[in-house]
T-cell receptor
Framework: EAQVTQNPRYLITVTGKKLTVTCSQN?????MSWYRQDPGLGLRQIYY???????DKGDVPEGYKVSRKEKRNFPLILESPSPNQTSLYFC???????????????FGPGTRLTVL | AQKVTQAQTEISVVEKEDVTLDCVYE???????LFWYKQPPSGELVFLIR??????QNEISGRYSWNFQKSTSSFNFTITASQVVDSAVYFC???????????????FGKGTLLTVNP
């Protein structure tokens, strides 16, 4: 089954304790991205990747890191989480069509993170 | 800059009513893509439809239909004969290459919470 998976689905942690949220897709998609969803602010992009070893900042990258060492995986790293990073996080992936135009982005199930 | 406006924060209807969710977008790009996603209470984001800027044909899929009008920069979504299972937050989104860049991020509207009451 074609899908985007994220782990963990729920996480409660404390300020400053490094954590990684994994994202994996089995659709051979080039493009992957992380979004966070907050009440009143909607969904905002954190980081994106056009392909292996190619990553760049989105709209709200502060406090996050990413890596893209394999095409299927795009982990989100919080080196020193803070309470303002409490949010619902989504990973997404899509094909890049000829001429580099975007295809539909498919989303993982979400990771609900609470930082105390 | 890209922007998506969903002016309706919440809509409440009774089952079997028709309901239209509005979406207005702004972009300077001539090539862009519009999407609708559904977020049910379980929280996942479910893709509903994708439209490119060159295709203004309206689309119908079962009880769902979409009206894309470039002249008014709108991409409205209608649910006919609504059902309780349609209760969800619906997001309209826009994707286009930023001028001088290559990030095909989705710019989302704030969403419309649709409640369908029995």
């Amino acid at each position: 089954e074609a899908q985007v998976t994220q782990n963990p689905r729920y996480l409660i942690t404390v300020t400053g304790k490094k954590l990684t949220v994994t994202c994996s897709q089995n659709m051979n998609h080039e493009y992957m991205s992380w979004y966070r969803q907050d009440p009143g602010l909607g969904l905002r992009q954190i980081y994106y990747s056009m392909n292996v070893e190619v990553t760049d900042k989105g709209d709200v990258p502060e406090g996050y890191k990413v890596s893209r060492k394999e095409k299927r995986n795009f982990p989100l790293i919080l080196e020193s989480p803070s309470p303002n990073q409490t949010s619902l996080y989504f990973c997404a992936s899509s094909l890049l069509l000829p001429g580099i135009s975007p295809d539909t982005q498919y989303f993982g199930p979400g990771t609900r993170l609470t930082v105390l | 800059a890209q922007k998506v406006t969903q002016a309706q924060t919440e809509i409440s209807v009774v089952e079997k009513e028709d309901v239209t969710l509005d979406c207005v977008y702004e972009t300077r790009d001539t090539t862009y893509y519009l999407f609708w996603y559904k977020q049910p209470p379980s929280g996942e984001l479910v893709f509903l439809i994708r439209r490119n800027s060159f295709d203004e044909q309206n689309e119908i899929s079962g009880r769902y239909s979409w009206n894309f009008q470039k002249s008014t920069s709108s991409f409205n979504f209608t649910i006919t004969a609504s059902q309780v299972v349609d209760s969800a937050v619906y997001f309209c989104a826009l994707s286009a290459a930023n001028s001088g860049g290559s990030n095909y991020k989705l710019t989302f509207g704030k969403g419309t919470l649709l409640t369908v009451n029995p």
